[in-house]
């Protein structure tokens, strides 16, 4: 009786895993998520009543069907990252500028334009595990 009970635990230990995985499913990435995402903002268009929103909504998921690549998608994605960057080091050279001439008013509004392109870097990348 114990032989089998150490038996049975055992197989229990081992398959374990492979339940976790069937009962908690991963989360979508790439084209998947984008589809998904869409289909929400229909679904939430459709509450709404907003039909306009819904008819750009389904052209896009038809778009994203028909053409979309996990491939092409992260090379955008990565392509993304790559303007953001060079629009942070932009507005680096600008706010070092405006720091140079000592105008106040112009280092605070350069500062800003640094951290919103800082916050749009951030969210390309972000994206590009997604």
């Given at each position: 009786?114990?032989?089998?009970?150490?038996?049975?635990?055992?197989?229990?230990?081992?398959?374990?895993?492979?339940?976790?995985?069937?009962?908690?499913?991963?989360?979508?990435?790439?084209?998947?998520?984008?589809?998904?995402?869409?289909?929400?903002q229909i679904?939430?268009?459709?509450?709404?009543?907003?039909?306009?929103?819904?008819?750009?909504?389904?052209?896009?998921?038809s778009e994203?069907?028909?053409?979309?690549?996990?491939?092409?998608?992260?090379?955008?994605?990565?392509?993304?990252?790559?303007?953001?960057?060079?629009?942070?080091?932009?507005?680096?050279?600008?706010?070092?500028?405006?720091?140079?001439?000592?105008?106040?008013?112009?280092?605070?509004?350069?500062?800003?334009?640094?951290?919103?392109?800082?916050?749009?870097?951030?969210?390309?990348?972000?994206?590009?595990?997604?």
């Amino acid at each position: 009786m114990m032989k089998h009970t150490k038996f049975l635990l055992a197989g229990m230990l081992i398959m374990a895993p492979a339940f976790s995985t069937l009962a908690a499913p991963q989360a979508a990435t790439g084209c998947e998520a984008k589809r998904q995402n869409i289909e929400r903002q229909i679904d939430y268009a459709r509450t709404h009543g907003n039909n306009h929103r819904v008819a750009g909504l389904e052209k896009a998921l038809s778009e994203v069907i028909a053409n979309c690549t996990d491939e092409g998608l992260r090379a955008e994605r990565k392509s993304d990252v790559l303007k953001k960057e060079q629009k942070v080091e932009e507005r680096r050279r600008e706010l070092s500028e405006a720091q140079a001439d000592g105008r106040a008013d112009k280092i605070s509004k350069k500062q800003q334009k640094l951290d919103e392109a800082h916050a749009e870097l951030d969210e390309a990348k972000s994206q590009l595990n997604k």
